[in-house]
């Protein structure tokens, strides 16, 4: 991994981002620029993580999961969309929402902290009862928690949206979905179970 800095930058920023890029294991990043516009990473021939100032550490470290995620086979099956899956927008949605919680929850294990820090808990509405669970589960925080074995905390933030409707059908898929965190068994549960 090499690093760029454009402008000027301590010793101090410089050692903290080489510790969070490292944090998660070898990073799978071969170029860090410090002081970008925004802290994004860029995926192609070169992995490059531009990172801005001041230091962000939450979306320092998601951007540094995201691409242990998209290179690591053992974390793609998480998230990417198998072969024998039909290619639709639920299959779409479902593996961009698993790519969230998993990065979020590789995020969590380095520090969860940063995710208790942003957590909120809603139902997002979709057009039928899958989407809407497909899209709830996007945002919510609460797995992530329950993934990284934060199962206290996430148990705290899930059960706030007991008052809402959706709380039985949700929590029954929240449950299935955070102990077998694989794409191909929370596809098909969701078949089996809204379609």
Do not use: C
């Amino acid at each position: 991994m090499e690093l760029v800095v454009l402008g000027e930058t301590d010793e101090e920023t410089l050692r903290r981002v080489r510790e969070l890029v490292e944090s998660l294991g070898p990073p799978p990043i071969d170029l860090v620029v410090v002081g970008g516009d925004e802290t994004r990473l860029e995926v192609g021939d070169v992995h490059t993580l531009k990172v801005s100032l001041p230091l962000d550490r939450y979306k320092l470290l998601r951007e540094v999961a995201v691409a242990h995620a998209l290179t690591d086979p053992q974390l793609m099956e998480v998230w990417a969309i198998p072969p024998e899956v039909k290619q639709d927008e639920l299959a779409y949605e479902l593996s961009l929402a698993l790519l969230n919680r998993l990065a979020d929850a590789l995020v969590a294990k380095v520090d969860p902290s940063l995710l208790l820090d942003r957590a909120r808990v809603e139902v997002v509405e979709g057009e039928t009862l899958i989407y809407t669970v497909v899209r709830t589960f996007a945002v919510d925080v609460s797995a992530s928690l329950a993934v990284a074995g934060l199962s206290s905390e996430a148990l705290r933030l899930v059960t706030q949206l007991s008052s809402h409707p959706l709380y039985e059908k949700y929590r029954s898929f929240w449950d299935f979905a955070t102990a077998n965190f694989k794409y191909l068994p929370i596809y098909n549960w969701l078949m089996l179970m809204f379609r």
